[in-house]
């Protein structure tokens, strides 16, 4: 040691002075782009080393005005626009925006409709929940467990474009059911999905799920309690987590749900491991759905009757019939009257509630249309979770609340 | 669907019976109670139905702006929606204000959700929510100076003449 001394070499590992070090609290500009937030979330926190000691959130990078752009369209304009909401779950959005409609205009839905949509929706909140799972392992340092469940959702892409010619930014089905029924190659990869899937996704959740870094990593890593949860208006798995069992296809059925038999996981604790796990479970659950409504599919229509004035006619009838022509070129111009009457319509996204508040005058747009995007209401409780915690957890809890952009700012 | 474990008429007749005199209008619409009240009112009243021990609203689902252009002296509203989770009700309240002076109270001190939804508001709408900790814009920049959700304000050029707003909407 003195030797080291006399010879003037530091036996510091930085050259930083010990006031640097010690002294000052840091403000850290954490995004709005930057590779660990997957979106483009702004956040600037005051760090003490990599504790965070506050932080605030700056946000509507993306925000592409869609409540106005959707008063000056007809309503089956509006559903490409829903796609852009929650893009990692399309289907969801556009199938509660079509359900919403059909509740204002009355239409009465096959009950065929009713299963294709459950099981288009439950494929949906499979992909997303995947996304949200697999990053979460990403962000744990677990990059195989991604890469892995991404071939699993590229299937269910895949099952997506037989259906509508689509993969991401779906705009699936119809106002009033769908524009065609499922065809031979939807139901073949419906049908190996639900044979092979199984396996994989329990290969991914042992790989994660009784992992000891992962359970360290994410135990305890951005909670929140139930009581705080529901004041900040969260729903959905993040709410699930915390132990409440709010789930909107349960309270308020929608699209047959009450016909299936399956539970709501909930957490304990509301920390990132127990949103992993809602998820995980979750997934399982809308397997067992999947085959509920796959194997008891009924025979019938694949859209409504009594709405031909929404409803596209075949295009040999618009030829030959006069009705259906006239039909047609009021539906494609945007013609068609509309009730008028004030419609709020919740499905379960993704993420949580994701509702529909539809005013009409009457007119062939609607008068105001606000969406209720569960990601907007809960990302305010984010500062809250990752005080006092470290920048490695701000991240994880990021990621685990599955906050998306297109959501977010609208 | 519908088995809520409230009627429609046991809750208005619940809310009315408190604040007496001062519900303006009430009806239902596809299943969902609403209310309009006067906007001194609704901070009193959600805060009311978050406590009250029968009706308990305790989840603020929404908040929302609305902008009726031809009702003069109550050009702006606000929408609340409430929904009771254990007994699955679900509530809504709206309060209008004029253009002019347009103030409604904060609720943020109830519900802390209602920040952000309130904040958007503000942003779309120019509804000033009075006790907000932070009323500034949130979605949109921080310089601009007009509110864009507001009626008057088209989505296209208004000078086009080709463009009839009877063929191509508002």
Same mark, same amino acid.
């Given at each position: 040691?003195?030797?080291?001394?006399?010879?003037?070499?530091?036996?510091?590992?930085?050259?930083?002075?010990?006031?640097?070090?010690?002294?000052?609290?840091?403000?850290?500009?954490?995004?709005?782009?930057?590779?660990?937030?997957?979106?483009?979330?702004?956040?600037?926190?005051?760090?003490?080393?990599?504790?965070?000691?506050?932080?605030?959130?700056?946000?509507?990078?993306?925000?592409?005005?869609?409540?106005?752009?959707?008063?000056?369209?007809?309503?089956?304009?509006?559903?490409?626009?829903?796609?852009?909401?929650?893009?990692?779950?399309?289907?969801?959005?556009?199938?509660?925006?079509?359900?919403? *409609?059909?509740?204002?205009?009355?239409?009465?839905?096959?009950?065929?409709?009713?299963?294709?949509? *459950?099981?288009?929706?439950?494929?949906?909140?499979?992909?997303?929940?995947?996304?949200?799972?697999? *990053?979460?392992?990403?962000?744990?340092?677990?990059?195989?467990?991604?890469?892995?469940?991404?071939?699993?959702?590229?299937?269910?892409?895949?099952?997506?474009?037989?259906?509508?010619?689509?993969?991401?930014?779906?705009?699936?089905?119809?106002?009033?059911?769908?524009?065609?029924?499922?065809?031979?190659?939807?139901?073949?990869?419906?049908?190996?999905?639900?044979?092979?899937?199984?396996?994989?996704?329990?290969?991914?959740?042992?790989?994660?799920?009784?992992?000891?870094?992962?359970?360290?990593?994410?135990?305890?890593?951005?909670?929140?309690?139930?009581?705080?949860?529901?004041?900040?208006?969260?729903?959905?798995?993040?709410?699930?987590?915390?132990?409440?069992?709010?789930?909107?296809?349960?309270?308020?059925?929608?699209?047959?749900?009450?016909?299936?038999?399956?539970?709501?996981?909930?957490?304990?604790?509301?920390?990132?491991?127990?949103?992993?796990?809602?998820?995980?479970?979750?997934?399982?659950?809308?397997?067992?759905?999947?085959?509920?409504?796959?194997?008891?599919?009924?025979?019938?229509?694949?859209?409504?009757?009594?709405?031909?004035?929404?409803?596209?006619?075949?295009?040999?009838?618009?030829?030959?019939?006069?009705?259906?022509?006239?039909?047609?070129?009021?539906?494609?111009?945007?013609?068609?009257? *509309?009730?008028?009457?004030?419609?709020?319509?919740?499905?379960?996204?993704?993420?949580?509630?994701?509702?529909?508040?539809?005013?009409?005058?009457?007119?062939?747009?609607?008068?105001?249309?606000?969406?209720?995007?569960?990601?907007?209401?809960?990302?305010?409780?984010?500062?809250?979770?990752?005080?006092?915690?470290?920048?490695?957890?701000?991240?994880?809890?990021?990621?685990?609340?599955?906050?998306?952009?297109?959501?977010?700012?609208? | 669907?519908?088995?809520?474990?409230?009627?429609?008429?046991?809750?208005?007749?619940?809310?009315?019976?408190?604040?007496?005199?001062?519900?303006?209008?009430?009806?239902?619409?596809?299943?969902?109670?609403?209310?309009?009240?006067?906007?001194?009112?609704?901070?009193?009243?959600?805060?009311?139905?978050?406590?009250?021990?029968?009706?308990?609203?305790?989840?603020?689902?929404?908040?929302?702006?609305?902008?009726?252009?031809?009702?003069?002296?109550?050009?702006?509203?606000?929408?609340?929606?409430?929904?009771?989770?254990?007994?699955?009700?679900?509530?809504?309240?709206?309060?209008?204000?004029?253009?002019?002076?347009?103030?409604?109270?904060?609720?943020?001190?109830?519900?802390?959700?209602?920040?952000?939804?309130?904040?958007?508001?503000?942003?779309?709408?120019?509804?000033?929510?009075?006790?907000?900790?932070?009323?500034?814009?949130?979605?949109?920049?921080?310089?601009?100076?007009?509110?864009?959700?507001?009626?008057?304000?088209?989505?296209?050029?208004?000078?086009?003449?080709?463009?009839?707003?009877?063929?191509?909407?508002?």
């Amino acid at each position: 040691m003195s030797d080291l001394k006399e010879n003037k070499i530091r036996t510091s590992h930085t050259s930083l002075s010990k006031e640097t070090i010690d002294g000052d609290i840091a403000t850290l500009n954490f995004g709005p782009t930057h590779p660990a937030t997957h979106g483009i979330f702004q956040n600037i926190m005051k760090v003490d080393g990599d504790k965070v000691l506050s932080s605030e959130q700056t946000v509507g990078y993306i925000h592409r005005a869609f409540e106005k752009l959707a008063e000056r369209r007809p309503y089956n304009q509006i559903t490409p626009i829903t796609d852009r909401l929650n893009y990692c779950s399309s289907p969801i959005n556009n199938m509660g925006w079509e359900m919403t *409609v059909e509740k204002l205009i009355g239409a009465e839905i096959p009950k065929r409709v009713d299963y294709m949509r *459950v099981i288009i929706m439950e494929l949906a909140r499979i992909a997303d929940h995947l996304v949200c799972n697999s *990053v979460i392992g990403v962000d744990t340092g677990a990059l195989s467990g991604f890469m892995y469940v991404f071939q699993e959702r590229k299937k269910i892409y895949e099952m997506f474009e037989e259906v509508c010619g689509a993969r991401l930014t779906t705009n699936i089905g119809r106002i009033g059911g769908f524009e065609r029924d499922f065809s031979k190659g939807f139901h073949d990869k419906l049908k190996a999905f639900l044979a092979n899937f199984p396996k994989a996704f329990e290969e991914f959740d042992s790989l994660l799920s009784r992992n000891r870094i992962f359970i360290d990593r994410t135990r305890d890593t951005g909670p929140i309690n139930a009581n705080r949860a529901l004041e900040y208006g969260f729903t959905g798995p993040n709410l699930r987590a915390t132990g409440i069992d709010y789930d909107v296809r349960v309270m308020n059925p929608y699209s047959s749900y009450e016909d299936f038999d399956f539970i709501i996981p909930v957490g304990v604790n509301g920390d990132t491991y127990d949103r992993f796990m809602v998820r995980q479970e979750e997934i399982r659950q809308s397997i067992r759905i999947i085959k509920q409504a796959y194997n008891n599919l009924p025979e019938g229509k694949y859209f409504a009757q009594n709405i031909p004035e929404f409803y596209l006619p075949p295009k040999d009838d618009v030829y030959t019939k006069m009705e259906s022509l006239i039909y047609h070129f009021k539906i494609v111009m945007g013609e068609t009257p *509309v009730p008028v009457g004030e419609v709020y319509h919740s499905v379960e996204g993704g993420n949580g509630e994701l509702g529909f508040h539809l005013v009409s005058d009457g007119g062939r747009t609607p008068y105001r249309l606000q969406f209720r995007r569960p990601c907007f209401i809960y990302y305010q409780g984010y500062p809250e979770m990752i005080t006092g915690q470290t920048i490695s957890e701000a991240v994880l809890t990021l990621s685990s609340l599955n906050v998306i952009a297109g959501e977010l700012d609208a | 669907m519908s088995d809520f474990t409230f009627s429609h008429e046991t809750v208005l007749e619940r809310i009315s019976k408190k604040f007496e005199g001062l519900i303006i209008k009430s009806d239902v619409s596809y299943n969902i109670l609403t209310i309009e009240v006067e906007s001194s009112i609704t901070h009193q009243l959600i805060k009311w139905l978050k406590d009250d021990s029968i009706l308990n609203l305790s989840f603020l689902t929404l908040i929302g702006g609305i902008h009726y252009p031809e009702n003069k002296g109550k050009e702006l509203g606000v929408v609340y929606h409430l929904h009771g989770l254990e007994s699955n009700y679900r509530l809504r309240i709206k309060t209008f204000v004029s253009i002019e002076n347009p103030n409604v109270d904060s609720i943020v001190d109830i519900y802390v959700g209602a920040n952000w939804m309130e904040r958007e508001t503000f942003d779309f709408f120019g509804i000033l929510f009075v006790g907000h900790p932070n009323l500034c814009r949130i979605l949109n920049e921080e310089n601009m100076d007009y509110f864009p959700m507001r009626k008057e304000y088209h989505l296209e050029d208004d000078t086009r003449e080709d463009k009839d707003d009877r063929y191509f909407g508002r």
